[in-house]
Structures are given as structure tokens and as C-alpha cells.
């Protein structure tokens, strides 16, 4: 390698030669082979100097970013989870205030197809009723339960008398079972009714009464109260 | 308060564009991309101390980087493409492990001569007699493929001429700053005396690198 000829592409490259005298290597580059190739080495070796260490600089900055010291980042995650704490916070209080004020609508009342049908066939204005609560219809089916009511009270004055045969005794109590299955009957779906207006506490007495009987309803109407309650 | 944010996982071709469009925010995140992976692979292709190995990363790392650059992987239509823009048949972690591999190798035959640009013609039949798969990386254009070979020959190159090189023509410093910098020179016919026997090394190199390259 020629050192006279590096020290002017030295210069050159700096930016240190002045005006004619730029002009004259300018010249002699053109006309020198051995000049263009010494000089073309050159500019490309400080290409990939610079290039190399813009990134060497870019990569250490990111280290230094990620290797923050451990009291900082203690800190960082401490921050962190005092808003995970607060938001957590935040959340469980909407939810509980949400679940006091509509304390009502949380309970999940079971299905009535199941918790109804399965007993005995029903008339057919009691599965009138049935539908209207399937409907939503809860209004309406509890007008339908009140008229109903008025018809289906046992009448004890008709009841069994000592003077009845056996079999007219036995026809009489066969009756009146099937009375109070109708009146359990009516007061259950009247419960679904009751629980869909919202009017809780009315629902939670007829559930008494079923669950304190010994009604078909009895055991349903126990774990019903006790999930209302 | 300077809360971290979890960085977004990019595809392949995302990280390559991002880093041709030198977007800052996917050239860091492909960055501990590619330390986290190598961190965790490295030990199936070669074995090294820490301090080898973080300069394997760094060289690995740059000159991914720069490949990128150059275009000598780009992405197509979505897809990241290698030489004559046909496909990669890898993934990108893949092809940074294979330049590993290859800045691995470079750097332990250094480490076994004294002085690695004695003996020319040895270095350019054994450490630059790259597998075929350097050939596939081989630029087309004569420019780029000379600038490539600088690059690898100042990567490995002794730390003393890197530095001198450096503070010279990447940070365009004077013979007088220099001296204080490097407190082992004297006096500044030293220094450039150093200095132009630094260059002359490297130009040979790399000229031999580049000629063997080319034979591929």
C-alpha cells in the first residue's frame, strides 16, 4: 500500500484539503487506477466501520434498557402491582354492591319443565299457568293462580264422615289428595311467578308453607327456600 | 413511571421488513429476539466461554443486520426471500444460527494463530473455505460482496487495529486525539504507521476473502 497516497485519501475523505487542492487529487483519482482502488477501499472501510459501530452503540443501548438496575425494577414491579391490586379491588366492590342491590335476579331458579311435570298429569288451566311463566308472562300468570285459588280450596266441610261407607270414604279422601296436589301444584308455579315480579319475600312464604307440608313439593320447596334465602 | 410493556412477537417477514425500514421498535424487539433464542440454542451448535460466546452473538447479530440491509434477505409479497429472491428455506432463527456457526469457527482458528495475518494464503484455504451454504449468500453485486468481506475481516480482526480504525475513519478523529486515547503510541508517525499497517493487513484479507468467496 502506497502511504503517500493513503495520507491523501486521508485528507480527502476528512475534508481537510482546501479548495485546489481537492480539485487536483480529484483529477489525479480520475487518472490513477491503483489511486481509485486504495481510495475505494478506504471509503468502503469507513462504511463499514461507522455502520459497525452505530450498531455496536444501538445494541448496548438496548442492554442498558433492559438491564435497569434491581431497585428500579423492584419498584417498577411494585407499581405494577399496586394497579393489579386496585383494579382488582375496584372490581370485587362493583361486583359485590352489584350483587347486594340486585340481590333478586342472582338466584338461579331451577328449570320449571322439570321441577313441575314430573308428578301428575295437571289440568289444563294449570298448564295454561306453566306457560305463561315459560312466556315471562309472570303478570298474567299470577292473575290465572288467584282465580284458580279460589276454586281449588279443599272444602273441609265435605270432608269424610263416620257414617260414610268404606267406599264412599275412600272415594272422599281420594278427592280431597287430589285437591291439595292441585292447591301444592298451584302454590309451586304461584312461587315461579312471584320470584319473576320480584316479590321475593312473598315467594319465600309460600316456599315455607309447601316445604313445612307433607306436599309433593315438599323436598323442592326446601332447597328452594334455602337457595332464595 | 416507566412501566415495561410486554414486546409484540413479530412473523419472520415483520421483523425483516421492520428492520429495512429501520423501524426502532421491531430492530430492538428482533434483537432480544434473537439473544434470547441464541442464549437458548447455542450449545447445540457450538460450545464457548461467556466472553466468546457474547462476541459470537454481537458479530452474529451485525451481520444478520446486516444482511438485511444489503438486501441480501428481504421479504417478498410477505414471504422472506434469500438470493435470486427465492424463498428461505429456514426460519429466521435458523439462518442467524448457521451465521453463528460461521462466526464460531472464524473466531476459534483466530485464536489459534498469534498473528492471524502472517500466513495469508493458509487463512484464506482454511478459515475462509466456508460450506457451500456461504455461496448462497454470495451477493451479485461486486460492491457489496468486497464491503461484506471488509465487514467479516474487521469483525475478527485483532482489537488493537479495530480501535485504531475505528477512532480514524468511523469517528474521524485526529492523529493528536488519538494519542491520548491510546496511550501505548508515542508519537504520531507511530500512530499512523499503526495505522497504515492495520489497513494494509485488512485490505489483503479481505480482497482474499472476497476472491475466495467468489470461487464458490
Keep these: 500500500m502506497d502511504e503517500k497516497k493513503q495520507e491523501l485519501i486521508d485528507r480527502y475523505i476528512k475534508d481537510e484539503m482546501a479548495a485546489e487542492e481537492r480539485r487536483q487529487f480529484e483529477k489525479l483519482l480520475s487518472e490513477d487506477a491503483e489511486l481509485q482502488e486504495q481510495y475505494e477501499f478506504t471509503r468502503q472501510l469507513q462504511e463499514a466501520l461507522k455502520s459497525r459501530m452505530e450498531k455496536i452503540n444501538l445494541m448496548k443501548q438496548w442492554e442498558d434498557e433492559e438491564a435497569e438496575p434491581a431497585v428500579q425494577k423492584a419498584g417498577h ?22 350483587m347486594f342491590i340486585q340481590p333478586s335476579t342472582q338466584v338461579k331458579m331451577p328449570s320449571l319443565n322439570e321441577s313441575y311435570g314430573d308428578v301428575y298429569r295437571s289440568s289444563g288451566e294449570l298448564s295454561q299457568v306453566k306457560n305463561l311463566i315459560l312466556e315471562k308472562r309472570y303478570a298474567e300468570a299470577l292473575q290465572m293462580i288467584d282465580s284458580l285459588e279460589k276454586w281449588t280450596q279443599v272444602d273441609e266441610k265435605n270432608g269424610v264422615k263416620a257414617t260414610m261407607s268404606d267406599e264412599e270414604r275412600e272415594r272422599i279422601q281420594y278427592e280431597q289428595e287430589v285437591e291439595l296436589q292441585e292447591a301444592d301444584r298451584l302454590k309451586w308455579l304461584k312461587v315461579y311467578a312471584l320470584m319473576g315480579l320480584e316479590r321475593r319475600e312473598e315467594a319465600l312464604q309460600l316456599l315455607d308453607e309447601l316445604r313445612c307440608s307433607n306436599g309433593i313439593y315438599q323436598r ?9 334465602k | 413511571m416507566n412501566i415495561k410493556l410486554r414486546l409484540h412477537e413479530y412473523s419472520d417477514a415483520a421483523f425483516v421488513q421492520g428492520v429495512k425500514n429501520q423501524d426502532p421498535v421491531i430492530q430492538k424487539c428482533l434483537y432480544l429476539h434473537c439473544k434470547k433464542y441464541f442464549s437458548e440454542h447455542y450449545r447445540a451448535v457450538f460450545f464457548a466461554p461467556d466472553d466468546v460466546r457474547d462476541d459470537i452473538f454481537q458479530n452474529t447479530y451485525m451481520a444478520l443486520w446486516e444482511n438485511i440491509e444489503r438486501g441480501k434477505i428481504s421479504v417478498k409479497d410477505g414471504v422472506v426471500t434469500g438470493k435470486e429472491e427465492k424463498p428461505l428455506t429456514c426460519s429466521l432463527m435458523t439462518y442467524m444460527m448457521s451465521i453463528a456457526e460461521l462466526k464460531y469457527k472464524e473466531i476459534t482458528r483466530q485464536n489459534e494463530r498469534e498473528d492471524r495475518f502472517a500466513d495469508l494464503e493458509a487463512r484464506n ?8 451454504e456461504q455461496s448462497d449468500w454470495f451477493p451479485d453485486d461486486e460492491r457489496a460482496g468486497k464491503l461484506e468481506a471488509i465487514s467479516d475481516c474487521i469483525a475478527v480482526m485483532s482489537e488493537r487495529c479495530r480501535q ?13 486525539e488519538m494519542l491520548s486515547l491510546l496511550p501505548t503510541f508515542t508519537s504520531k508517525d507511530a500512530l499512523k504507521t499503526a495505522k497504515n499497517k492495520c489497513m494494509a493487513k485488512l485490505r489483503a ?9 467468489k470461487k464458490m
Excluded: M, Q
Design chain 1, 220 to 228: 323442592k320447596a326446601d332447597s328452594l327456600y334455602r337457595l332464595i
Design chain 2, 164 to 176: 485504531i480504525l475505528t477512532l480514524f475513519y468511523a469517528e474521524n478523529k485526529k492523529l493528536d
Design chain 2, 125 to 132: 484455504s482454511r478459515l475462509f473455505r466456508e460450506p457451500a
Design chain 1, 77 to 98: 414491579r411494585k407499581t405494577l402491582w399496586r394497579i393489579v391490586a386496585s383494579v382488582a379491588a375496584v372490581v370485587v366492590i362493583s361486583v359485590s354492591l352489584y
Design chain 2, 205 to 213: 484479507t479481505s480482497k482474499g476473502l472476497y476472491e475466495e468467496r
